[in-house]
């Protein structure tokens, strides 16, 4: 559902995109019904593309120089093109998002854990929705549903019916 949400067309887009971005990073919000229903074709869509191309990957060697000065070679695994272009269009549709400490996690821990990488919501999407999606269209036989919405009351000052949107 395309609604205009009474905005322009660059603020509505920066509302979807925002939205979006906090749903694919926390799995879940709480909006307005009428952004929950565009927000959810937007995010399917999202979904969709990484479903689509996550598995595309192509491995290559890469020779390096250790400080000794002795070649080693490596496997690296790259996005083939079309991960690669679903990342891209991806990156355009949402934020990025910092990686924050877990609490109780030391500092050296947590760098470890960031350490390869840059964007993390993207590799969250490539990496943990578009594999378990994957697997339930493949379970289930169809694709897309991936959200869900419920209502819930009427918000206090101007009435509008409020939604909590979830990832299923």
Avoid: C
């Amino acid at each position: 559902m395309n609604k205009k949400l009474g905005r322009p067309t660059e603020a509505r887009l920066a509302i979807m995109r925002n939205q979006a971005t906090d749903l694919l990073w926390k799995g879940k919000i709480e909006t307005t019904l009428a952004r929950a229903k565009s927000l959810k074709s937007y995010a399917e869509k999202i979904l969709t593309l990484a479903i689509n191309s996550y598995e595309d990957v192509v491995t290559v060697q890469k020779n390096t120089v250790n400080a000794k000065g002795e070649k080693t070679t490596r496997e690296v695994m790259n996005d083939g093109p079309k991960k690669l272009a679903a990342r891209r269009k991806i990156m355009s549709k949402v934020y990025s998002v910092k990686e924050e400490r877990q609490p109780g996690e030391k500092k050296s821990d947590f760098l470890a854990r960031i350490d390869n990488i840059k964007n993390p919501l993207i590799e969250k999407i490539f990496n943990v929705y578009a594999p378990k999606y994957a697997e339930r269209a493949k379970e289930l036989g169809q694709k897309g549903g991936y959200t869900r919405i419920l209502k819930l009351d009427l918000r206090k000052g101007d009435n509008a019916q409020m939604a909590i949107i979830e990832l299923i």
